[in-house]
């Protein structure tokens, strides 16, 4: 009979804390909902700043605008964590064309790839080579590359239903073709956009040419999908078209920058850290609202919610809006380094870096039995249609502080549209829905407090 006892007891309070943890929920998500800060602190940031690349005026405005909020919500401690921060300008907007006969040309849309150099003054003009892949540029050869333009159109698989996925099976030809062309004697690289749609926006993104001399670089620009499917079918009529364009990025020196970062201290474990963040810079072309404001407020508004509603963390929970993310991830890099040296203890990092839409679940990295844990807790995230707990990538700026123990996430919203926007002129406040952003900032803290409640063992 005792043993009886002892079994229904067990049980009541199981069932009394699942009860409890389902209402404090409920409360997250009504308060995102009902008295949510994320959309005015993105529409500031959008809007009233705009655009943030690193070492820019717009990412200093956002270091001060994002503390000074922060200083308002009675954090126990904000501060700035100072970091050095590429600084890669645009400078006049690009110009290009198809050129079919003399005097016979097309204008189409491209970009600079961030990191790329400029063109001669006048602009490069030359015959166009169109390869699907950088295994294809090898088999060509200097032969049939040198003196010529590059034009990888490789697109973003359309029947992944993953777009990170098919994102990832494309981006190399973005990061790495200009240092492979090179090599066979290109003057310079076109890029298919980074995009699953057919549009007229090119998106810019990061690239590099390691340790090539800078002597050797050559300059590499995004093409817009409507304008490589263009000049594709250009190419497939008659071989002997030019392309022309001109662009006048150019990279300067270093400069100093900040991780901004918020912190409520734990009453039981303090010396146990959870992170929760995005990226606070951005790509020039757009304001940045979904890559990444949209991570950036959603991490400050599930720690202010959270505080809101009387939660009182038992483990130290800092927001980190991590600087540089873009074009080098020195802000993370910074965060991870920092951390160690004080020998603290971070046992989970949430990061938020897929756009403001409508939130699916999460992605756990390096955390076998978390995964198993998270999955536990199914129930209580039913009512708000998140169903998605599976091993996967945690986040850029969180990498860095991937260790045998520390559990990375990701927040998970539905990534079919986010492509549209990533790294383009279109990534703007008007792409933002309200509701889907604030049921982000939700999911986040809900997360946030259950691996506070309960850990990640």
Not at 153 to 166: K, V
Not at 221 to 233: G, P, Q, V, W
Not at 245 to 261: E, H
Not at 393 to 411: E, F, R, S
């Amino acid at each position: 009979m005792k043993h009886f006892f002892l079994i229904a007891s067990i049980f009541f309070s199981i069932h009394l804390t699942a009860q409890n943890d389902a209402e404090i929920i409920k409360q997250i998500y009504s308060t995102s909902l009902t008295d949510g800060k994320s959309y005015s602190w993105l529409d500031h940031l959008s809007n009233q700043i705009g655009s943030r690349l690193s070492g820019s005026l717009g990412a200093e405005l956002a270091v001060e605008y994002t503390k000074a909020e922060m200083d308002k919500l009675g954090f126990d401690k904000v501060w700035l964590q100072p970091v050095m921060v590429p600084k890669w300008v645009r400078g006049a907007p690009e110009f290009a064309y198809i050129e079919t006969s003399p005097g016979t040309t097309t204008n189409v849309n491209i970009c600079a790839l961030g990191g790329s150099v400029a063109t001669p003054n006048a602009g490069i003009k030359a015959n166009v080579i169109e390869v699907k892949s950088l295994k294809e540029l090898e088999t060509l050869g200097k032969e049939k590359i040198e003196g010529k333009i590059v034009f990888f159109n490789r697109p973003m698989q359309a029947d992944a239903i993953r777009t990170f996925d098919a994102y990832s099976g494309a981006v190399d030809q973005r990061g790495a073709g200009a240092r492979k062309a090179v090599k066979y004697g290109a003057v310079g690289v076109i890029v298919r956009s980074m995009n699953l749609r057919l549009d007229d926006f090119p998106h810019t993104g990061g690239m590099g040419y390691g340790d090539l001399p800078v002597s050797q670089h050559i300059p590499a620009a995004a093409i817009s999908t409507n304008d490589a499917e263009k000049l594709s079918a250009m190419l497939s009529l008659n071989k002997d078209i030019k392309f022309f364009f001109r662009q006048n990025c150019q990279q300067l020196k270093d400069v100093q920058s900040y991780n901004v970062i918020g912190e409520i201290k734990g009453s039981e474990f303090p010396n146990e850290y959870i992170v929760v963040g995005g990226h606070l810079d951005s790509w020039d072309l757009g304001d940045g609202s979904h890559d990444d404001g949209a991570g950036c407020v959603q991490s400050m508004d599930a720690l202010r919610i959270l505080k809101q509603i009387g939660v009182k963390p038992k483990r130290t929970i800092r927001v980190v809006l991590f600087m540089n993310e873009e074009n080098g991830l020195r802000g993370g890099t910074e965060y991870a380094k920092v951390a160690k040296e004080k020998g603290e203890n971070h046992i989970f990092a949430l990061e938020s870096d897929s756009g403001g839409f409508t939130p699916r679940g999460f992605s756990f990295e390096n955390g076998d039995s978390f995964v198993k844990k998270a999955q536990q807790w199914k129930s209580l995230f039913e009512p708000y249609f998140i169903h998605y707990f599976e091993k996967g990538h945690g986040g850029a700026d969180i990498g860095p502080l991937k260790n045998d123990t520390v559990v990375l996430a990701g927040l998970v919203p539905d990534s079919q549209r986010y492509f549209d926007y990533h790294h383009a002129k279109n990534d703007t406040f008007d792409a933002i829905n309200k509701r889907e952003l604030e049921l982000g900032a939700a999911t986040m803290a809900s997360m946030i407090y259950l691996v506070d409640t309960y850990g990640t063992k």
